[in-house]
T-cell receptor
Framework: DVKVTQSSRYLVKRTGEKVFLECVQDMDHENMFWYRQDPGLGLRLIYFSYDVKMKEKGDIPEGYSVSREKKERFSLILESASTNQTSMYLC??????????????FGPGTRLTVT | SQQGEEDPQALSIQEGENATMNCSYKTSINNLQWYRQNSGRGLVHLILIRSNEREKHSGRLRVTLDTSKKSSSLLITASRAADTASYFCATEYNFNKFYFGSGTKLNVKP
């Protein structure tokens, strides 16, 4: 059974704290993604990684950084958490095949509250 | 924005009825996918349709794609209470990168 796991389901942090969100996939996927989901805005791509140590900015990278030291693990870092980063954070992974299926497998999400 | 947008935003039907939701997008796509999200959970992939396909079926799901109108529809036939969820379309606008719409919230009443 394929799986994407996220380190926490719920997290409460204070403004200014450094926050780490961890994501692990067991499918040997090349691609990994971090999204945030807010009511009425859908999912917005924060960062994307297509290989170890490789990353690309998504639509809303400001205030975030990422780390991918191992193929199975993709971390999202909030350098200095702010209240406008209160959101649901979703991690996903997919294989990278030209002409193949690109369906994304999602983790259960981390609901982050910054106070 | 290239984002796919679903319509309607919310839909409430009785069990056994069919549910139709639509997705519109703005630019050329490689493929379009539909996902389901149960309340407070991650998304689950339902079906993928490539840009050169017009219709695809999977169980009780039927997806159509009209690239000339830049739109897609998802039909769930004989709906069940367990189909209650939010449904999202995702358009691949660049190799392996997707835009997701804001979703249609479907409520199936028993």
């Amino acid at each position: 059974d394929v799986k994407v796991t996220q380190s926490s389901r719920y997290l409460v942090k204070r403004t200014g704290e450094k926050v780490f969100l961890e994501c692990v996939q067991d499918m040997d996927h090349e691609n990994m993604f971090w999204y945030r989901q807010d009511p009425g805005l859908g999912l917005r791509l924060i960062y994307f990684s297509y290989d170890v140590k490789m990353k690309e900015k998504g639509d809303i990278p400001e205030g975030y950084s990422v780390s991918r030291e191992k193929k199975e693990r993709f971390s999202l870092i909030l350098e200095s958490a702010s209240t406008n980063q209160t959101s649901m954070y979703l991690c996903a992974s997919s294989s990278r095949q030209v002409g193949g299926l690109y369906e994304q497998y999602f983790g259960p999400g981390t609901r982050l509250t910054v106070t | 924005s290239q984002q796919g947008e679903e319509d309607p935003q919310a839909l409430s039907i009785q069990e056994g009825e069919n549910a139709t939701m639509n997705c519109s997008y703005k630019t050329s796509i490689n493929n379009l996918q539909w996902y389901r999200q149960n309340s407070g959970r991650g998304l689950v992939h339902l079906i993928l349709i490539r840009s050169n396909e017009r219709e695809k079926h999977s169980g009780r799901l039927r997806v159509t794609l009209d690239t000339s109108k830049k739109s897609s529809s998802l039909l769930i036939t004989a709906s069940r209470a367990a189909d209650t969820a939010s449904y999202f379309c995702a358009t691949e606008y660049n190799f392996n990168k997707f835009y997701f719409g804001s979703g249609t919230k479907l409520n199936v009443k028993p």
